[in-house]
């Protein structure tokens, strides 16, 4: 038997899109002439707002989209990382096939503008050390793998060129760091043909005692 927690940041039209200057999406009620009938149209809807996963194609031509990524359950790895950058040093062993999930303390500013600016992200040499390991996939608190500063991006292009999904904008990490239970983890993507970037329901499996 699991205990199911929530991973995954609630979105509303006043959520906020990357760099933190845009709305995720608009949203636009339509009257079919049906009462207590309602339909949703949405709008501009950014796919890597809020809790998301990027496919390899985001930053690999040739990678798989998000048709193609396999639906997996992962043995998860939880990694506590106090601080701005995530090293290689933060890497554990034995991660081959697992969801490494990073808990920064930084999905307490999920929600506000604070939230993009500054956030904890991984080192190129984190990410090569991921992509020796034959991590499964990548996951962190923060809105992106990569520095908020302009970059070439090299944790995306590294992850993305070894066919490894990220997701991004994970929230009660730190809830599951406490727990001495073994951890699967799971966040399904839209099957959208050609899509790079899907939001996802992200949540833990944990075995109970």
């Given at each position: 038997m699991f205990d199911l927690i929530?991973?995954?940041?609630?979105?509303?039209?006043?959520?906020?899109?990357?760099?933190?200057?845009?709305p995720a999406y608009r949203a636009e009620i339509i009257d079919i002439g049906e009462p207590g009938v309602q339909l949703t149209h949405f709008a501009g809807f950014d796919p890597h707002a809020g809790t998301h996963l990027d496919a390899p194609l985001h930053?690999?031509?040739?990678?798989?989209?998000?048709?193609?990524?396999?639906?997996?359950?992962?043995?998860?790895?939880?990694v506590r990382v106090p601080r701005d950058r995530i090293a290689r040093d933060d890497i554990p062993q034995d991660i081959a096939g697992a969801a490494v999930l990073f808990s920064t303390g930084w999905e307490h500013r999920a929600g506000t503008r604070d939230y993009f600016s500054g956030f904890p992200y991984l080192t190129e040499a984190a990410s090569h050390a991921l992509v020796e390991?034959?991590?499964?996939?990548?996951?962190?608190?923060?809105?992106?793998?990569?520095?908020?500063?302009?970059?070439?991006?090299?944790?995306?292009?590294t992850l993305c060129e070894a066919g490894i999904p990220?997701?991004?904008g994970l929230v009660n990490l730190e809830s599951l760091a406490e727990l001495d239970r073994p951890i699967h983890f799971l966040a399904f993507p839209l099957r959208i043909v050609g899509g790079e970037g899907s939001p996802v329901r992200a949540v833990a499996l944990v075995e109970r005692s």
């Amino acid at each position: 038997m699991f205990d199911l927690i929530d991973l995954t940041q609630p979105l509303t039209t006043e959520s906020l899109s990357y760099p933190g200057d845009c709305p995720a999406y608009r949203a636009e009620i339509i009257d079919i002439g049906e009462p207590g009938v309602q339909l949703t149209h949405f709008a501009g809807f950014d796919p890597h707002a809020g809790t998301h996963l990027d496919a390899p194609l985001h930053f690999d031509p040739t990678g798989a989209d998000l048709a193609r990524v396999p639906l997996r359950i992962l043995p998860a790895c939880i990694v506590r990382v106090p601080r701005d950058r995530i090293a290689r040093d933060d890497i554990p062993q034995d991660i081959a096939g697992a969801a490494v999930l990073f808990s920064t303390g930084w999905e307490h500013r999920a929600g506000t503008r604070d939230y993009f600016s500054g956030f904890p992200y991984l080192t190129e040499a984190a990410s090569h050390a991921l992509v020796e390991g034959d991590a499964g996939l990548v996951g962190l608190d923060a809105p992106s793998v990569d520095p908020p500063d302009g970059s070439s991006y090299p944790a995306h292009r590294t992850l993305c060129e070894a066919g490894i999904p990220i997701v991004e904008g994970l929230v009660n990490l730190e809830s599951l760091a406490e727990l001495d239970r073994p951890i699967h983890f799971l966040a399904f993507p839209l099957r959208i043909v050609g899509g790079e970037g899907s939001p996802v329901r992200a949540v833990a499996l944990v075995e109970r005692s």
